[in-house]
Nanobody
Framework: QPQVVESGGGSAQAGGSLRLSCTAS????????VGWFRQAPGKEREGVAC????????DYSESVKGRFTISRDNAKKTVYLEMNNLRSEDTAVYYC?????????????????WGQGTQVTVSS
């Protein structure tokens, strides 16, 4: 079965950094866009960043723009999310997902392969 697995979550101080990884198996990642989403308690799941199949296009939510960077290495079947200058409001479970598209919308409902999520906790 196709799947993606997140890793790299954990705890960080405000202003610190974390790098999340998303590794795919069971499908051809280089034909799919990939997104990172997050969900905090009591809040809706929201798009954080996404990247097109070749890495030529990326998009970010306004709240993370300038702080987070999404990238991919198709040879390794891995997508990364570099998170810098973390804030307490970045605390959430972060999910990686793949979409049946070469590009990447920021709407969760368009993605069909989801990881289990990895917790990110930022202390102020």
């Amino acid at each position: 079965q196709p799947q993606v697995v997140e890793s790299g979550g954990g705890s960080a101080q405000a202003g610190g950094s974390l790098r999340l990884s998303c590794t795919a198996s069971g499908f051809t990642l280089n034909y799919r866009g990939v997104g990172w989403f997050r969900q905090a308690p009591g809040k809706e799941r929201e798009g954080v960043a996404c990247i097109s199949s070749t890495g030529g296009f990326s998009d970010y939510s306004e709240s993370v723009k300038g702080r987070f960077t999404i990238s991919r290495d198709n040879a390794k079947k891995t997508v990364y999310l570099e998170m810098n200058n973390l804030r307490s409001e970045d605390t959430a479970v972060y999910y990686c997902a793949a979409v049946i598209s070469l590009t990447c919308p920021m709407e969760p409902y368009t993605y069909d392969v989801w990881g289990q999520g990895t917790q990110v906790t930022v202390s102020s």
